[in-house]
């Protein structure tokens, strides 16, 4: 009797033992696979982004060279360099000659400034102080920038340190998109091994749905977060041109990324405004034109988001853009995508199980087939 009981408590143990030696190897590999992995988790999610948001431009480019995806996808790469690598590379050349020129003129003590006006003293809350260190500015340069050295030293590597960031993720963006282009021209194949991968996480039905939610939501906040800052902060640019506005190609960046930041643009639009007002004087047509102008394009992007954001999604337009601007403020520009789609598919699974509804646990089943119909009296 002894022996009966105690061979299934051995087959037991034995059954245990291995289990929990396998999940433990499993979790050791997954464990080191990430640490591999980890160093290019930024690269690859970048890649990933650009490789759904441009797929369909990529398709209908391989579509009119005969369909050949490598083709396309290195036209697509070369294309994005041009368009965004340039543009960046010659505003940096020209930035840094713009620093070159300062320290020079620093160095030299060619640096003068005019005294303020006594109207500037009367400004609400800061005129005072701006009047005080304007005047001291104009008086002896020199004394005030030594007087000032520790919080200019402070500054000076504030802004060393976020120019390198930038620098860096600039480089970061222009690899990830040549990682894009690999991804592009295997896109069929790695959409088919995402969407096994979802089916056998979430089933058959729901991993197909969240698959398309995915590639629909990356896409909108692409283009509605996105394409909406650049095609304002390009509107901007061609105002601050025209308007004649000091360093327009400048102004024009901070647009941009402010309009990533989903900060609205009359933070630069308004003081270009009132340089223009300003330095001319007068209420000529031209500075009306360009006014209504820069106000048009600052405001483009209530008339634009709601048209790209959300488009082809199954959820509503606040969800994503709740979802990108906290993803951006928890995890930088990549939660911006991140946190879209998180969100978007939390609220998709979440609307689906509070519409499941139980079938009564009393109601009858009627086999298929054996249904019977009332019989006329």
């Known amino acids: 009797m002894q022996a009966d009981e105690s061979q299934p408590h051995k087959i037991l143990s034995k059954e245990l033992t291995d289990v929990l030696i396998r999940v433990g190897v499993v979790a050791i590999l997954v464990y080191w696979c990430l640490v591999v992995v980890g160093p290019f988790v930024g690269v690859l999610l970048w890649a990933l982004i650009l490789a759904m948001t441009l797929y369909p431009l990529h398709q209908r480019l391989a579509n009119r060279i005969g369909g050949a995806q490598g083709r396309a996808a290195t036209l697509v790469v070369l294309s994005g360099w041009l368009l965004i690598g340039l543009p960046i590379v010659l505003l940096g050349s020209s930035f840094a000659s713009q620093v070159h020129e300062v320290h020079a003129a620093f160095s030299n003590n060619t640096v003068s400034v005019n005294p303020p006006a006594s109207s500037v003293a009367d400004w609400p809350l800061v005129g005072e102080k701006v009047y005080q260190l304007w005047s001291d500015a104009a008086q002896d340069l020199p004394a005030l920038l030594e007087r000032l050295q520790p919080q200019l030293g402070n500054l000076s590597k504030a802004l060393l340190s976020q120019a390198a960031s930038t620098a860096g993720s600039v480089a970061l963006f222009l690899?990830?998109?040549a990682i894009a282009g690999v991804m592009m021209a295997y896109g069929e194949s790695g959409s088919r091994a995402m969407l096994r991968i979802l089916r056998r996480l979430a089933g058959e039905e729901k991993g197909a749905s969240m698959h398309r939610l995915s590639t629909a939501t990356t896409r909108s906040v692409a283009t509605g977060v996105l394409g909406?800052?650049?095609?304002?902060?390009?509107l901007l640019g061609i105002g601050f041109i025209w308007g004649g506005v000091p360093a327009a190609g400048v102004l024009a960046v901070i647009a941009l990324v402010l309009g990533i930041a989903q900060v609205p643009a009359l933070v630069v639009s308004i003081p270009a405004i009132g340089y223009i007002w300003w330095s001319?004087?007068?209420a000529s047509l031209h500075n009306i034109l360009v006014t209504i102008y820069l106000l048009v394009a600052t405001l483009a992007d209530n008339v634009?988001?709601?048209?790209?954001?959300?488009?082809?999604?199954?959820?509503?337009?606040?969800?994503?853009?709740?979802?990108?601007?906290?993803?951006?403020i928890s995890a930088g520009i990549i939660g911006l995508f991140v946190g879209a789609v998180?969100?978007?598919v939390g609220y998709q699974l979440f609307m689906a199980w509070t519409a499941e509804v139980?079938?009564?646990?009393?109601?009858p089943t009627v086999p298929a087939g054996n249904e019977q119909t009332p019989k006329a009296s």
Not at 228 to 234: E, P, T
Not at 310 to 328: C, E, K, T, Y
Not at 358 to 363: F, G, L, Q, V, Y
């Open 175 to 177: 690899v990830s998109l």
């Open 228 to 234: 909406v800052a650049l095609i304002q902060a390009v």
């Open 280 to 282: 001319s004087g007068d």
């Open 304 to 328: 634009l988001k709601p048209m790209l954001l959300g488009r082809g999604v199954d959820a509503p337009m606040p969800i994503i853009l709740m979802g990108a601007i906290g993803g951006m």
């Open 342 to 344: 998180v969100l978007a």
């Open 358 to 363: 139980d079938a009564p646990a009393n109601a």
